[in-house]
């Protein structure tokens, strides 16, 4: 079956680094995403990782453990308008491009 | 580029009617195509996959007589909620596959969602 875990809610600070967790237990893997979503609208693509360690992409940065089925997104500088919510997806890797999506992290960054 | 639409943005219906919604791919083309639902502060349950020419791939404990899925098109996908009750009021969400280039990691894009009351 398919697995994927992350923290239900976190609240971070203005200007500070927050690093939101995802764990995957999967049948298969080729390739984690992480989308943001405000709520009421699409998910947008931020990061991808399908070899091990950390890729970096201005303010967000995602690191990827496939022997531990680990992955993190790190945000840095925050600001008000990173509050969404956080979804970690794991890809299938069979050619459909399938994904299945982690339970999402809602975020609320405040002053 | 890689813009997905849908519509409608949003929809109220009364219970045991049938809805349609359309997704689009504004820019490219799109054989494989996801249909989404989202229940409030959840993430996205995948309900079904839609292939352009063939029938949809349904995900388990969706049922295919009720959410119908069309993929006439290589830009054109609707999915229609038939015989709608309360709860299937929800946030539904397609997304989709480019054919072409776009798209670094094969990323899927998404639309904006439909927002679904079934009264």
């Known amino acids: 079956g398919q697995n994927i875990d992350q923290p239900t809610e976190m609240t971070a600070t203005e200007g500070a680094i927050v690093q939101i967790n995802c764990t995957y237990q999967?049948?298969?893997?080729?390739?984690l995403f992480w989308y943001q979503q405000h709520a009421g609208e699409a998910p947008t693509f931020l990061s991808y990782?399908?070899?091990?360690g950390l890729e970096e992409k201005g303010r967000f940065s995602s690191f990827l453990s496939r022997s531990k089925g680990y992955s993190y997104l790190l945000l840095k500088e925050l600001q008000m308008k990173d509050s969404a919510s956080y979804l970690c997806?794991?890809?299938?890797?069979?050619?459909?491009?399938?994904?299945?999506f982690g339970t999402g992290t809602q975020l609320k960054v405040e002053l | 580029g890689a813009v997905v639409s849908q519509h409608p943005s949003r929809v109220i219906c009364k219970s045991g009617t049938s809805v349609k919604i359309e997704c689009r791919s504004l820019?490219?083309?799109?054989?494989?195509m996801f249909w989404y639902r989202q229940f409030p502060k959840q993430s996205l349950m995948l309900m079904a996959t839609?292939?352009?020419?063939?029938?949809?791939?349904?995900e388990q404990g969706v049922e295919k007589d009720k959410f119908l899925i069309n993929h006439a098109s290589l830009t054109l996908s609707t999915l229609t909620v038939t015989s709608a009750h309360p709860e299937d009021s929800s946030f539904y969400i397609c997304?989709?596959?480019?054919?072409?280039?776009?798209?670094?990691?094969?990323?899927?894009?998404f639309g904006p969602g439909t927002r679904l009351t079934v009264l």
């Open positions: 820019d490219f083309q799109a054989t494989t």
């Open positions: 999967t049948s298969g893997f080729n390739g």
């Open positions: 997806a794991v890809r299938d890797p069979g050619g459909g491009n399938k994904l299945t």
């Open positions: 997304s989709a596959r480019s054919d072409g280039p776009s798209g670094v990691y094969n990323e899927q894009f």
């Open positions: 990782n399908v070899l091990d």
């Open positions: 839609s292939n352009e020419g063939s029938k949809a791939t349904y």
